[in-house]
């Protein structure tokens, strides 16, 4: 059970004064339902406001005395209304819409010297502030900076300053579960007060991710990271499982051989599954490289022991498409296979979650879906999560909490610098695929300026497969970047026609399945998408991946988009177009250009990326952390490791009274369910 202590940081938002249904709405959006999302949610900026007593820079937030002298009051209330009065630096207009006279004269008593904190501007000769931020009789009742935190629409910076406010003034005392004398070494502060300075930043360099309060909640997440998934793993080592052994009742007939590696890590997980020991495994391996039939063929052994399996991805397409390919496999074997998504609904999805818990269905592909509550299974065996980095470790354990026993079997095709596999997926043994069938051909990588564009849309011309041609959807609210997608599709539409088609994330399902129904059966040539495509899609006669503005995305989502392409035996090119190229953005495109060796790649993303660049690792969702941010805190990373193993070693119950403490940080981070674990043993 949750400490009591953290109950008030665990209630809902709409139990702080002040939130209603309007402001919870868009809370609940912005940052999730309880008081502790909230906490969590955190400033991204300082805005300035200096005093100025000489002209202030142009465009910028100043706070100077104002003395009304005039009023020029406008002949209709369409014009707006203007104060003019006489500043430190000369004379100044404030401008006003939608105000009436009476608010104004109240608000600007003439000859009365005012302070005002607004943005300076220039027109046209003489300076305005349009509507200022603050007008006040004292200097001291403006404030010198304002606490900014990211917004969405509808959403008001000044509420949330409040409301959080209003949390630290109610926050439960916490024991520590730092040592101590580790704390006062680093000289961080205790979390509330860490917590409480986070949200306080005076100035930019507050928002350093190496400031002390930052570095100690940063340690604090870590740590809870890493004593979850060591709990998991420590349990996992000795749990019994549902014993499988090979029966070879069901044989598959492919139409190749497997590689070596396919082989050796087939008989890993073969081993695995044959014990008694619930199986917990991380299938590495980069794109291409044949993860699928590997999973395929470990699914066929539980099948054989009359255990159901479900094989979970993390797009619809691509559970989709794994349904399409596996179903086709499967048929000669009369093995009844299922596709649940959100999209199954109404009859069908009754009849099918009835088949499935009758255990009629042996094998369910599906989405999220599958984690639902309403979704049970007869006996599953195993459970296999596909592109696993897309999920977090909760999504992970809750399919694979479906049933007692359940052996796991995830997937993933971003490789993972050596330097922080085991801390990241500590809770996993490792198979590693290292090696791609035979007879692809390595694809060739070209960096272009999209200067070039005419040109990429000549040879587009003369490509004898198909092609992909990616713009990028960094953000999917971002409507200029919706825009331009559609942009590109015209134009090629009006050089190929109907053999382009277009997707990307704002389509419907049915709409996006159709296009890539088209795509798959050759029907159009060329496939304009966002990153929807990036996971998994397996199109074999696509040869050509056109990637633009390839300086906004990470190395991860690069690698992986060039790796839909070089997928069969044809010679395969992908060009990545830039617009505006920084240094750094310029070494990771060549990086890209010069090896197609994912694990080389990763490892140097993680060294190259600066501060700001970690676009591809934020959206490979390797790692979701609140606070923590690699590589910056890569150093506490392997502390956290270092104390999260020496605390189960000496307390591997966390009953001792740190302990106690312990599982209030676990709660704090939402590991909770490594806690159901430990109770469970
Ligand atoms: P990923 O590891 O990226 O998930 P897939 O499982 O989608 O890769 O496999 C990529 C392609 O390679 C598929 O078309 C698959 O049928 C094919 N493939 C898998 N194993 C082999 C093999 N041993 N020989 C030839 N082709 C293979
Ligand atoms: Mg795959």
């Not at 300075?197 to 990271?225: C, G, I, Q, V, W």
Request: hydrophobic share 40%; aromatic share 6%.
């Amino acid at each position: 059970m949750r400490p009591e202590i953290l109950n008030p940081l665990f209630c809902d938002i709409t139990s702080l004064k002040g939130v209603g249904d309007k402001t919870a709405h868009w809370l609940n959006l912005l940052c999730g339902r309880r008081v502790l999302d909230l906490l969590w949610h955190l400033p991204s900026s300082v805005r300035m406001r200096p005093i100025y007593e000489t002209q202030p820079p142009l465009g910028q937030c100043a706070t100077f005395q104002f003395t009304p002298k005039k009023y020029l009051v406008p002949p209709t209330r369409r014009i707006p209304f203007r104060v003019q009065g006489e500043t430190p630096f000369g004379t100044l207009v404030l401008v006003f819409f939608h105000s009436h006279m009476k608010e104004i004269e109240i608000r600007f008593p003439l000859d009365k010297t005012l302070w005002i904190s607004g943005t300076l501007q220039n027109k046209n000769g003489t300076f305005i502030v349009i509507h200022p931020d603050y007008v006040r009789e004292k200097q001291q009742d403006i404030p010198t900076h304002e606490v900014i935190y990211p917004l969405m629409k509808g959403a008001q910076n000044t509420v949330l300053i409040k409301l959080i406010q209003g949390v630290f003034s109610n926050f439960p005392t916490l024991p520590e579960w730092q040592n101590e004398k580790f704390l006062a070494v680093n000289n961080w502060p205790d979390f509330k007060s860490a917590l409480f300075k986070l949200h306080r930043p005076e100035n930019d360099s507050d928002l350093s991710p190496l400031t002390p309060p930052r570095m100690r909640l940063a340690f604090d997440e870590l740590l809870a990271n890493q004593l979850a998934l060591m709990i998991v793993r420590q349990k996992n080592r000795v749990q019994a499982g549902i014993a499988c052994p090979p029966k070879n009742t069901l044989k598959l007939s492919l139409p190749f051989a497997l590689t070596t590696a396919q082989e050796k890590v087939l008989s890993e997980i073969s081993t695995d599954l044959a014990s008694p020991i619930r199986m917990s495994r991380l299938l590495q391996g980069d794109v291409g490289s044949g993860k699928t039939i590997v999973a395929l063929l470990a699914a066929l052994q539980v099948i054989e022991n009359n255990y159901q399996v479900a094989f979970m991805a993390p797009t619809d397409i691509l559970a989709r498409q794994h349904f399409q390919k596996i179903s086709k496999l499967l048929e000669p074997l009369n093995i009844r296979v299922g596709l649940l998504t959100a999209r199954e609904k109404g009859k069908r999805r009754e009849a099918l979650l009835k088949s499935l818990a009758l255990g009629e269905i042996s094998l369910i592909i599906g989405t999220h879906a599958l984690i639902e509550e309403g979704v049970q299974f007869k006996n599953l065996g195993l459970a296999i999560i596909d592109e696993q980095h897309r999920f977090g470790v909760n999504q992970r354990l809750k399919l694979a909490q479906k049933q007692p026993k359940v052996n796991t079997l995830v997937m993933s095709a971003t490789p993972i610098p050596r330097s922080l596999a085991m801390t990241l997926y500590g809770d996993m043994e490792v198979s590693v695929l290292n090696e791609k069938p035979a007879g692809r051909t390595p694809i060739q990588t070209k960096v272009l300026s999209t200067k070039k564009i005419p040109a990429v849309i000549q040879k587009l011309q003369n490509w004898p497969n198909q092609a992909y041609w990616v713009c990028p959807l960094v953000d999917e609210s971002e409507k200029s970047d919706l825009m331009a997608v559609k942009e590109r599709f015209k134009e090629l539409q009006q050089v190929f026609g109907n053999a382009v088609g277009l997707v990307h994330g704002k389509m419907k399902g049915d709409e996006k399945e159709a296009v890539m129904a088209d795509f798959v059966s050759g029907k159009t040539r060329i496939l304009v998408s966002t990153t929807v495509i990036e996971v998994g899609v397996d199109v074999p006669n696509a040869s050509l991946m056109i990637i633009e503005h390839a300086e906004r995305f990470g190395l991860a989502t690069l690698h992986q988009l060039r790796g839909r392409v070089g997928r069969g035996t044809l010679n395969s090119v992908c060009l990545l177009l830039y617009d505006k190229l920084s240094a750094n953005a310029k070494q990771r495109l060549e990086l890209l250009r010069d090896t197609e060796d994912g694990f080389k790649i990763a490892e140097a993303d993680l060294q190259m990326r600066g501060a700001g660049e970690i676009l591809g690792w934020r959206q490979s969702g390797l790692q979701d952390f609140k606070i923590a941010h690699l590589p910056e805190h890569t150093d506490l990373l392997k502390y956290a490791t270092q104390e999260a193993k020496e605390i189960l070693k000496s307390d591997p119950t966390l009953s001792t009274s740190r302990g106690q403490a312990l599982r209030t940080l676990l709660y704090l981070f939402e590991k909770d369910s490594a806690i159901h674990t430990l109770k469970a043993g």
